[in-house]
């Protein structure tokens, strides 16, 4: 069973930095990790991802060059860096894991493993 459960989330003004973690049990190696956000009114959407035999990633265009998605796999962790953050990154933001070979990234539908969210917030 798999059980993901993120942190590092907090409050920062415009143009600043966050790490999010997101810890991992139960997670295997055909899997990918990805990171999704949910902003007040709109639908859940894949941020960046991490195929974990390739350690290939990619990213949502809005976050291209900003956000960096790794992995210490030693610690099952999976890390979001967030640098030049903008007001319109404010949401909650997921971790999230599946085999890599079920559906495409970045549709939320195709996952069924989820941690608790963590609430960040960029003040303009």
């Known amino acids: 069973q798999v059980r993901l459960v993120e942190s590092g989330g907090g409050s920062v003004q415009a143009g600043g930095s966050l790490n999010l973690s997101c810890a991992a049990s139960g997670v295997e190696r055909s ?4 990171w999704f956000r949910q902003a007040p009114g709109k639908e859940r959407e894949g941020v960046g991802v991490l195929y974990l035999a390739s350690g290939i990633a990619d990213y949502a265009d809005s976050v291209k060059g900003r956000f960096a998605v790794s992995r210490d796999s030693g610690k099952n962790t999976l ?13 909650m933001y997921y ?14 539908s195709d996952y069924s493993a989820w941690g608790q969210g963590t609430q960040v917030t960029v003040a303009s």
């Open 79 to 91: 890390y979001l860096q967030m640098n030049s953050l903008k007001p319109e990154d404010t949401a």
């Open 31 to 34: 899997f990918l990790m990805a």
């Open 95 to 108: 971790c999230a894991a599946k085999p890599w070979y079920r559906g495409t990234w970045y549709s939320a």
